[in-house]
């Protein structure tokens, strides 16, 4: 039986912001679910507490050796009132899969999950109302211990903290500009592109904002290797429709298992749709748009759900898809989960849990 969670209330409570007023990420809760870890111990001692900054010696592992992990999750508030989390099961998975491949010690994945249900619960209020709108929720462990060596740490924090976030494109779901780039990588086999750690975040920096600045809203990724092989747009999945087959890179270890992308893949699959898990070329898609075979691109990822991809910039070659308007499959997915997630449509995969 996992440890009861301590709660401590904060004496004075935050203003919440109007749905209307929502960006993504800058606004955070009244409280905050916080563990410890030391070798000796093991995880222990889990507890909610106000909101605030955590004491970090200047030593600590995770500022000079990066080892800390997190994943991503949102709430959402139905129509008949009820918040339910969005398949936490599977981001506590993945959470724990991240941690071994940063040699961080797992948690016990009911009390993880008991964390998540049980901080979102306490924070129901916070929970924005309007379709778009939904709770973040965002779980982190890092390394506290304060030494300078390469090894694991022995000493870890995991906490969780909530953001009440707006729609993700306010404006309505317009399809994107994405440069293709091959000068620099994301992630390459072997590493740790698999594993959702800051580090593949903070390599990705440089080549997004060269692509901004170029007029592009994000950058699709190429292999490591060899530079022509599809691996991610951005920070999420990518899926492709070229004639009647889907096509979306595997999970090689380069890029993350998403769980919209698992999401998506279920669907289409229920659909009777032909969907491959395959390396697919950049040169593949090119041909493809030529012969008029490139029906649709998309991203999938927790922050945006479903991003219609509506051009890509490949060697300064412009490959236009479906005339840059969104796709039937690419509108029909989008519209399937974000029902399930605000209750508007029946939930027969178990995939949301009530709090």
């Known amino acids: 039986m996992s440890e009861p969670i301590r709660i401590t209330r904060a004496t004075v409570k935050k203003q919440k912001p109007k749905d209307s007023e929502l960006s993504f990420g800058t606004v955070f809760t009244d409280h905050m679910f916080v563990m410890d870890f030391q070798e000796e111990k093991g995880w222990y001692d889990p507890r909610i507490e106000p909101y605030g900054p955590f004491p970090l010696d200047p030593a600590a592992a995770v500022l000079h050796y990066a080892q800390a992990v997190f994943d991503g999750l949102k709430a959402f508030r139905s129509r008949d009132g009820k918040v339910r989390l969005f398949r936490p099961q599977k981001h506590v998975e993945r959470l724990l899969e991240s941690s071994r491949r940063l040699c961080i010690p797992p948690l016990d994945p009911e009390l993880a999950l008991k964390s998540l249900v049980t901080l979102v619960g306490m924070e129901k209020d916070w929970v924005p109302a309007t379709v778009g709108t939904s709770l973040y929720v965002r779980p982190t462990i890092i390394a506290n211990e304060a030494f300078l060596g390469v090894r694991p740490a022995k000493s870890y924090i995991y906490y969780v903290i909530l953001s009440p976030v707006g729609a993700y494109y306010p404006e309505g779901m317009n399809p994107v500009k994405i440069l293709v780039v091959d000068k620099y990588v994301r992630a390459v086999e072997g590493g740790v592109g698999g594993a959702k750690t800051g580090v593949n975040y903070a390599a990705s920096l440089y080549a997004a904002e060269e692509a901004k600045h170029s007029g592009f809203t994000q950058v699709l990724w190429l292999d490591g290797r060899e530079r022509k092989y599809i691996d991610e747009v951005g920070t999420m999945n990518i899926m492709l429709k070229i004639g009647d087959e ?27 749709l032909r969907v491959s898990e395959r390396p697919v070329t950049i040169d593949e898609v090119a041909t493809a748009a030529h012969n008029g075979e490139l029906a649709e691109v998309w991203g999938t990822g927790t922050a945006a759900v479903i991003s219609p991809v509506g051009e890509l910039s490949y060697k300064g070659e412009r490959i236009v898809i479906n005339g840059g308007r969104i796709g039937p499959l690419t509108q029909k997915l989008y519209d399937t989960i974000v029902g399930i997630q605000y209750g508007t449509a029946p939930d027969t995969r178990g995939w949301t849990v009530a709090v």
């Open 246 to 272: 889907i096509i979306t890179p595997p999970l090689s270890g380069t890029i993350l298992a998403g769980v919209t992308r698992d999401s998506v893949l279920t669907l289409m699959r229920e659909w009777g």
